[in-house]
């Protein structure tokens, strides 16, 4: 079976799609055509000039960190990241970026996180909602003429529910109104209070067609001025979003939990620093792989005894101590994030199986290389 690069990207925007992104976040193919036919995927944190020495010629780099993340106009050869970006289009490898839409993503960076950590994933630290997408749409009408503003409605493209269409639901009432001067009225007349017997019907509609069923109502509709409600619907709560909260399978206490992050993530010169009482039994546990200090508050909140992420801060850190009993574990930055290149790289191959080789590389693009005492670590940087 032939693989060609767009095979690939539409597995990966599959699962870690691009709308998942922040609004300030820069993913998807950097360079590549995706006609070309792929033999390899190099999944990576950082796309480094040693990690892309590591991509076979013509081959993918996956990285999660974006090269180009902000605005840039030149890719001249003669700066680090156009000299990057010239080498791999002249060898005819291909470069694509899952950022803040994998951290999001359900299973994604954090998961990968917590199962490194032996956790069981409960539900995000904080779920992403997304923009209503829906209205629903509560209409009053003429019992006599229910039928036909509906059929309007539905012609517009209100009431479809999943598979299924014309979808509504309705009961009947008074309904009761007073025309004043200067009004036209359908039923009654001016200045008399008019009661009628009405049905009050509900569909939804996609929010991007509001205008065309507000339209297809009035026109279907007997009364001047018919009686309706518009309420944007909220998506319900689903696995997306950023970090995670997990459960162990036994307490154990912090000191312990500190140990089993240090033992299962990779050695790094940052290391693995925590703030908390050594005893405190440790059972539920957020983790937000990357930069995680904007959501302590959240983490605080979240009914966990520790919280796992990286690049945390001295004040940020203090007030939370301050404010909360919740234990922080702080680690490397690229460490807390390498996790998710083995559950990119497992992905590819369930979905290609020998036709793909994917391969994680193991270079340590963490900044700092060097420890206590000297110790070196081996960033490539």
């Given at each position: 079976?032939?693989?060609?690069l767009a ?16 609004s ?11 006609d070309?036919?792929?033999e390899s995927v190099?999944?990576?944190v950082d796309?480094?000039p ?11 780099l ?5 090269l ?21 289009i002249?060898?005819?490898r291909?470069?694509?970026?899952a ?11 954090s ?20 923009a209503?997408?829906?209205?629903k749409?509560v209409?009053y009408v ?9 059929a309007?409605v ?15 639901w ?10 004043h ?21 509900e ?8 205008a ?5 109502m009035r026109?279907?509709h ?10 944007a619907?909220?998506?319900?709560p689903?696995?997306?979003g950023?970090g ?7 307490p ?5 939990f500190?140990?089993r992050?240090d033992?299962a ?6 290391g ?12 539920r546990?957020?983790v ?12 605080a909140?979240?009914g ?8 945390l801060r001295?004040?940020p850190?203090?007030?939370?101590r ?6 922080l ?15 990119a790289?497992d992905?590819l ?10 391969r ?15 110790e070196?670590t081996?960033?490539?940087?």
């Amino acid at each position: 079976m032939s693989v060609r690069l767009a095979d690939v990207i539409g597995v990966l925007d599959e699962a870690y799609p691009p709308r998942l992104a922040e609004s300030w976040d820069s993913v998807g193919l950097v360079c590549g055509d995706p006609d070309d036919a792929l033999e390899s995927v190099t999944v990576a944190v950082d796309a480094t000039p040693a990690v892309v020495d590591e991509v076979p010629q013509g081959g993918l780099l996956l990285a999660h960190h974006p090269l180009l993340l902000r605005g840039v106009d030149t890719v001249a050869a003669s700066t680090p990241k156009g000299a990057l970006v010239h080498r791999l289009i002249r060898t005819g490898r291909s470069l694509f970026t899952a950022h803040t839409n994998a951290d999001s993503a359900s299973p994604g960076v954090s998961d990968a996180l917590a199962q490194a950590l032996g956790l069981t994933v409960e539900a995000p630290l904080e779920p992403r909602t997304g923009a209503p997408d829906l209205d629903k749409w509560v209409i009053y009408v003429p019992r006599e003429n229910a039928e036909a503003v509906q059929a309007a409605v539905f012609e517009a493209g209100a009431g479809h529910i999943g598979d299924y269409s014309h979808c509504s639901w309705s009961v009947s009432g008074i309904g009761q109104f007073l025309p004043h001067d200067g009004a036209s009225p359908a039923v009654g007349s001016v200045g008399t209070v008019e009661r009628v017997a009405e049905d009050r019907f509900e569909v939804v509609a996609p929010a991007r067609i509001r205008a065309a069923v507000l339209a297809a109502m009035r026109a279907a509709h007997p009364y001047e001025e018919p009686a309706f409600d518009v309420f944007a619907l909220l998506p319900p709560p689903g696995d997306a979003g950023l970090g995670r909260i997990g459960t162990l399978a036994r307490p154990e206490p912090l000191r312990d939990f500190v140990s089993r992050v240090d033992g299962a993530l990779p050695r790094t010169a940052w290391g693995v620093r925590a703030a908390g009482d050594p005893d405190m039994p440790v059972s539920r546990v957020a983790v937000c792989g990357g930069a995680g200090d904007s959501l302590l508050a959240t983490a605080a909140g979240a009914g966990v005894q520790a919280y796992v992420t990286a690049d945390l801060r001295h004040h940020p850190a203090d007030e939370h101590r301050r404010a909360s009993g919740v234990a922080l574990i702080d680690v490397a930055h690229w460490a807390s994030e390498f996790p998710w290149c083995d559950q990119a790289a497992d992905l590819l191959r369930s979905r290609f199986g020998g036709a793909l080789s994917v391969r994680v590389c193991t270079i340590r693009t963490d900044p700092w290389n060097m420890g206590q005492c000297g110790e070196e670590t081996g960033s490539d940087q």
